[in-house]
């Protein structure tokens, strides 16, 4: 997708062939800043400040990851301790793990000498099979919002998201806006309304991306979504996720479980964009298994944004003599969840309709 009209990822090997370039989310909605990554260390900063940030992005960076390090120093033991580095960086988003795994792994029977060239082979094939899942993704995905548009042909499809699952959350498209962008660039008229999603804004950068290519949009508060729900200007929700259990159950940032529950409540369909990587076939239970990111709680107290003169300015928010807790992310039954829209096509939020889906894929480790 573009921004500035100049169509752009967000990840991309540098003219020097080696050093990864990304762009600083940290730096938006107020710049568009790139950096560029030199080595392990820089990856694992690059994750852990959310420089990069988004399930499928960090699985993509992460690999770039294990190819700096065999850069560096090929051996066994290096690479084992780039991976531990990697794999504590952030513990909920599933693509970490399987990144890293798969790039891992592909090195062991490999010489030393080889290991380097090998590594960001796998990295580039493993964003350039991003595109293509969140394309498939997309094409799956319109169909549902041209369905939705028939019931409503005197207005928009009106999608409710959360967070940012968008295209700088993975290398392009996104996973829950590749519908829309798709059905946005088909005429299919669409509107967003984009929950914020305190404390790290990630609605912003969805708003952001959807301005750049000129989809109508609103940005609401996070709590606003249950009630244009109940009043009939949601038709359906979708959001992206961080890791779905093999039974369907769905993690993804903090509130939208919340937004699952008005959805049924309201009778709004409520549908998950879930690459294959960010399924975590190892997990049999979501609710109580999955790892929950418990963040700094200063990323609750302190709002950080741009004063008059367009300079970061950071206040303090809360009062001092109150604690404060700081979760990251939370986790959607597969009860609530619509169908979970893969690049296979839409599965049933349930263990055999998964399995049923992706029989017979070949899916790297
Ligand atoms: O904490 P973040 O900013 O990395 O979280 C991003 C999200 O939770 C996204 O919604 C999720 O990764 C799905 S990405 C397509």
Known sequence: VKVDGVPTRSIWLE???WSVGVIDQLALPAAVRTVTLRSVDDVARAIREMRVRGAPLIGATAAYGIALAARADPSDSALDAAAGQ???TRPTAVNLRWAVQRVR???AGLQP???AEAAYEIATR???EDVQINHSIGMHGVKLLRALATRNPDRPVQVLTHCNAGWLATVDWGTATAPIYLAHRHDHPVHVW????RPRLQGVLTAWELAQEGVPHTIIADS???HLMQRGHVDVVITGTDRVSASGDVANKIGTYAAALAARDNGVPFYVAAPS??????LADGVRETPIEERDPRELSVVRGRDERGDIAEVIVYPDASPALNLAFDVTPARLVTGLITEQGIAPATRDGLARLFAGVTRPA
Request: hydrophobic residues 45%.
């Open 15 to 17: 003219a020097d062939g």
């Open 86 to 88: 990697l794999l504590a």
């Open 105 to 107: 792994s592909s090195l």
């Open 113 to 115: 000498g080889a290991r």
């Open 126 to 128: 493993i964003c350039d």
């Open 194 to 197: 984009v929950a914020e999603t």
């Open 224 to 226: 606003a979504g249950a």
């Open 277 to 282: 990587p960010s399924i975590d076939w190892q």
